[in-house]
């Protein structure tokens, strides 16, 4: 195999070489075996076609009257029986081997003279020889061809010395006769076996073009592998860094939760004592700093109560509780608080429900109204001219589900790109300025996304700075058929 | 076991050339050509005559070579081809596919030669023997034509005989026959 690498194929990894070598004596192997069992075949139908050239040709020997079977049929029977039964063990027992190819050619090689002996030494016969040395070429192992061809002149030299009338004709025949004879076996090896080194030389190419074939796939499919591991191991990571940023969060939630209560106790006192400072006798500077007190203390209590809230949302103690309810009733209930407030701004507040909308629905009334008066607080909070609409608008009707779309539209300020981006993040505001101006510490839109996602809802803004904000719930609610109430969500 | 498989083939490679080598008793036939012989000589051309034993294998050679030979010198020799019949063999003894090969011959006179007279008379004892007299009826080769039992091919025998028609020598040549035992003739020699 060596012999048929190519200089290319010298700069291959090893391992390919080492591969290419023992595919390609795998197949000469298998080559082997295959040809040794064909001719183990071929070498018995000779062996029977020479007794019955000997009984057909040569049945008896005679002496005058008598006679005898011919030796000539005692020849084929035992001797080519001994010719061809060794090799055709060979082949049944250990095809494939070296031993079993240079005796099966030797054999074909004498059971050729056999059968040139049996026929009279007819030049046709002597062919046969020829064809043997090409059947041998299938071995496509040039040291069979010559251990073939050296029992053809062995022949030749053997009975040139010892029975030469038998070979040449005469007597004393030149002792370099043989080499006439054997030189045109040698003819015919040149050309057999240079096609047997075409013959291995490709079967080389195709070895070492199959070794890098397999080298390349369990490249790949090694790489698949360590890809694959690196993938669970990166997902294992991921999942364990969400395990634990999870129970940071729920950590946080309960701190915050823990905190504001523990902050609603003090303050609540805080506030009762005011009321009661309040109905006291006090002078006018003293009413305006209890008042004081009271709306910095409600205030904080506001601002407690929604961290309380987003806090129970992010750890997953809320719930959406659906029963029946009218949606006017609750856009009605959302509006009110703020009418006061908007006409003292001049503002139009105005709510309407479209024509074919179903208002007996099943829901959480409760997140609904909350996140409505959240909206239009908003709205009116940021509008100091034009109007505010909270529309209930139908988009559509799917299997006894009425499609919601609400919309609360504002003509105020509107808001900055950047700041739309990141509006529904809690404390997330816009700019300080704004901040100092209308107050809040941003959470109210925070929570209005959290409760909606929990109804199973979204809610979305567009926005122009300077030309007012649409806020819009897209939700889907079931049509009241019955009363019933449902858990449809929750920790 | 390899070794014995090749000294079992060797063995039986040389014991078949050594049976094959093996030339039949000799003849020896008159030195001047029998005119009592029912055989009549052409005394234009130098005369061959070959004994065949119907039966013989190997003959089937020398009748080839013999072929070839008259194929050459066909108006320098007058050829007879004479089939040993011994007493009371059946019919296909005579009607042999040698007697039908060399009924088919150009130029070639077949003669069975009934309780083998002719065999005697010319001294022939095994088949393929040959015998070639001149023109003025004196020996000039008797031997075979073949190199080996059954054997075509090339030969010392044809070699001799071509030189005797060419040249004329003087001296007698000979050479082995290779081929099936005449005998006498008569039953008692089986």
């Given at each position: 195999m060596e012999n048929f690498l190519q200089p290319s194929d010298l700069t291959k990894p090893p391992e390919v070489q080492t591969r290419a070598i023992q595919l390609f004596e795998q197949g000469q192997t298998l080559l082997c075996a295959t040809v040794d069992h064909l001719f183990a075949g071929l070498l018995v139908v000779e062996w029977l076609a020479s007794i019955v050239v000997a009984l057909v040709i040569s049945p008896r020997a005679w002496e005058g009257y008598g006679n005898v079977i011919h030796v000539h049929v005692y020849a084929a029977i035992f001797l080519g029986g001994a010719i061809v039964m060794f090799p055709v063990a060979l082949a049944w027992f250990r095809p494939g081997t070296v031993l079993t190819r240079q005796v099966v050619g030797a054999a074909q090689m004498l059971i050729g003279i056999l059968l040139i002996h049996l026929t009279g030494g007819r030049v046709e016969t002597h062919f046969y020889i020829f064809g043997s040395l090409a059947f041998l070429c299938s071995?496509?192992?040039?040291?069979?061809?010559?251990?073939?061809?050296?029992?053809?002149?062995?022949?030749?030299v053997l009975r040139g010395w010892y029975w030469p009338q038998s070979v040449y004709g005469i007597i004393t025949p030149s002792p370099w006769r043989w080499l006439e004879h054997a030189g045109w076996v040698v003819y015919e090896d040149i050309f057999l076996i240079a096609a047997v080194f075409f013959s291995r030389k490709s079967l080389a190419r195709s070895a070492m073009q199959h070794a890098e074939l397999e080298w390349t796939k369990a490249g790949i499919e090694d790489t698949v592998a360590k890809r694959t591991e690196e993938l669970r191991q990166s997902t294992e990571q991921a999942k364990a860094l969400a395990v634990a940023a999870q129970a940071a969060d729920r950590a946080k939630s309960e701190f915050l939760a823990n905190m504001s209560h523990e902050m609603r106790t003090p303050l609540n006192g805080v506030l009762g004592l005011a009321s009661l400072l309040e109905e006291a006798e006090l002078n006018q500077e003293e009413k305006e700093w209890v008042v004081s007190i009271q709306q910095c203390g409600s205030s904080?209590?506001?601002?407690?109560?929604?961290?309380?809230?987003?806090?129970?949302?992010?750890?997953?103690?809320?719930q959406s509780v659906a029963r029946p309810f009218d949606i006017s009733q609750i856009m009605e209930e959302a509006i009110q608080p703020m009418r006061d407030t908007a006409t003292g701004k001049g503002i139009e507040l105005k709510g309407i429900v479209s024509p074919g909308v179903e208002?007996?629905?099943?829901?959480?009334?409760?997140?609904?109204?909350?996140?409505?008066?959240?909206?239009?607080?908003?709205?009116?909070?940021?509008?100091?001219?034009?109007?505010?609409?909270?529309?209930?608008?139908?988009a559509g009707w799917d299997w006894q589900k009425q499609h919601l779309r609400i919309s609360v539209q504002d003509t105020g300020i509107?808001?900055?790109?950047?700041?739309?981006?990141?509006?529904?993040?809690?404390?997330?505001?816009?700019?300080?300025?704004?901040?100092?101006?209308?107050?809040?510490?941003g959470l109210g839109l925070t929570i209005c996304s959290r409760l909606i996602l929990l109804m199973g809802g979204s809610l979305e803004v567009t926005s122009h700075e300077g030309s007012g904000s649409t806020f819009t719930i897209c939700l889907d609610l079931p049509v009241q058929q019955e009363l019933e109430s449902l858990v449809v969500g929750g920790a | 076991?390899?070794?014995?498989?090749?000294?079992?083939?060797?063995?039986?490679?040389?014991?078949?050339?050594?049976?094959?080598?093996?030339?039949?008793?000799?003849?020896l036939a008159?030195?001047?050509?029998?005119?009592?012989?029912?055989?009549?000589?052409?005394?234009?051309?130098?005369?061959?005559?070959?004994?065949?034993?119907?039966?013989?294998?190997?003959?089937?050679?020398?009748?080839?070579?013999?072929?070839?030979?008259?194929?050459?010198?066909?108006?320098?020799?007058?050829?007879?081809?004479?089939?040993?019949?011994?007493?009371?063999?059946?019919?296909?003894?005579?009607?042999?596919?040698?007697?039908?090969?060399?009924?088919?011959?150009?130029?070639?006179?077949?003669?069975?030669d009934s309780s083998g007279k002719l065999a005697s008379r010319f001294g022939a004892k095994t088949s393929g023997q040959v015998v070639l007299y001149d023109q003025q009826g004196w020996l000039k080769f008797q031997g075979g034509v073949t190199a080996m039992r059954g054997e075509e091919g090339s030969n010392a025998g044809v070699e001799m005989i071509k030189t005797v028609i060419r040249k004329s020598d003087s001296r007698i040549s000979s050479t082995p026959v290779f081929g099936c035992a005449l005998g006498s003739g008569k039953p008692a020699d089986i």
């Open positions: 071995y496509q192992d040039w040291k069979v061809l010559v251990s073939a061809s050296a029992i053809v002149a062995a022949d030749h904080l209590l506001g601002t407690i109560d929604k961290v309380l809230e987003l806090s129970r949302l992010e750890a997953g103690q809320m208002t007996r629905l099943v829901g959480d009334p409760g997140n609904l109204r909350q996140i409505l008066a959240n909206l239009v607080d908003n709205a009116v909070k940021f509008t100091s001219q034009g109007s505010v609409t909270v529309l209930v608008d139908n509107g808001i900055k790109e950047e700041f739309r981006q990141m509006l529904f993040r809690p404390f997330v505001q816009g700019d300080g300025k704004s901040t100092r101006k209308y107050g809040g510490i | 076991m390899m070794a014995i498989w090749v000294v079992v083939v060797v063995f039986g490679m040389r014991s078949l050339m050594l049976y094959g080598s093996n030339a039949g008793a000799d003849g008159p030195e001047r050509w029998p005119e009592s012989a029912e055989c009549r000589r052409d005394a234009n051309r130098m005369n061959l005559l070959m004994f065949l034993h119907p039966k013989c294998f190997c003959s089937r050679a020398s009748l080839s070579e013999l072929e070839k030979l008259q194929s050459h010198f066909n108006d320098q020799i007058s050829v007879k081809i004479i089939f040993w019949i011994p007493d009371s063999v059946s019919e296909d003894w005579k009607q042999c596919a040698l007697w039908k090969k060399v009924q088919g011959m150009v130029g070639v006179e077949g003669i069975q």
